[in-house]
């Protein structure tokens, strides 16, 4: 039996619905959103709109307008930073953050002359709120920070973080790669600015989806310029959302399997997906505990974490476990530094990263002791 634990990466598999719903546009709509009159354009343009309505539903967002599709949680991301930060600006960030915020702030640094303050977090993840509080200058511009971290799982504290950012006068970008679709996400109740997820991970949808939410009150910086099917005699972009960041053609395929993705997790209810997870992810920390010369990062309390999973064991390298785990036992993991060595860093594994196993909604407890049986055995073979 073939298990798959790297959903932090992508989840798989996807319900049903998702490449129904893509079938069924392919073979019977398969226009441009937003290009044409005729029924099928318009057609195109209903999975749109419905689609960037239920994701508001999701997030408890009024206005769906401000909802911008990308094309995953890096370009919503690079729109944020890119669109935002002038030179001279001031942000602050954390020890945990994934390549898709490091490396973006990296480049405006080089490129814009920015500064960049990271908040160190413990080992486990946790964010240390009194760096955080004395981290602001007069010149601090955003706060850009994950909502849970991809290593470790970790959850942050976001409305803390937000409180402690506003007090200040500065926007929060959050980014919800790891927690949108598995994770309750309020943009009210958090009081979050800009909010960048990815559909092909909580979300269940596919890749090549995603978006960025613009809290009211924020204008951004076209990060690209073109067609947008609306006042086309216009020289520049349109002053209006969401057409202003939505040049060129959408995703429409794409967003038709996140419609019906979305759909799946509100019939679901995020509630049910978060107990499900967390039930999976205690079953795997209590199993990995008892097994000796294995080392676990990140909290043990499940309700600090999402189903993330890292660990290592003695000096096999990741890379051994997860061939050993995939050729002797079809079991599907991560390794490496998972595209975030500040994570790596913080938790001391920067030489030689983690084995990652992540769950979904879709795995099953059965599963999970598969898992475990397999690590056992691996050690025992390697003792």
Known sequence: MAVYLDNAATTYPKPPAVWQAMEHFMKNIGASAGRGGYCRALAAEEIVFQCRRLLGKLFNINDATRIIFTANATEAINLALKGWLNPGDHVITTAMEHNAVWRCLKTLEKERGISITVVPCREDGELLMPELDAAFREETRLLACTHASNVTGTVMPVQAITAAAHRHGVPVLLDAAQTAGAYPIDVRKLDIDFLAFTGHKGLLGPTGTGGLYIRPGFDLHPLKEGGTGSVSR?????????????????????????????????????????????????????????????????????????????????????????????????????????????????????????????????????????FLTAVKEIIVLTS
């Open 234 to 370: 216009l020289e520049y972009m349109p002053e209006g959302l969401p057409d202003r960041f939505e040049a060129g053609t959408l995703n429409v395929v794409g967003i038709a399997g996140l419609k019906a993705a979305v759909e799946y997790i509100l019939n679901q209810g995020i509630s049910r997906i978060r107990s499900h997870e967390e039930i999976l992810t205690a079953r795997m920390l209590a199993g990995l505990e008892e097994l000796p010369g294995l080392t676990v990062y990140g909290p043990r309390e499940t309700a600090r974490k999402v189903g993330v999973v890292s660990f290592n064991i003695k000096e096999l390298a990741p890379e051994e476990v997860a061939y050993a785990l995939d050729e002797g036992h079809e079991i599907m993991v991560r390794v490496g530094l998972h595209c975030a060595p500040l994570a790596h860093k913080t938790i001391g594994t920067l030489d030689r990263g983690t084995v990652r196993a992540s769950v979904s909604y879709f795995n099953t407890a059965e599963e999970i002791d598969t």
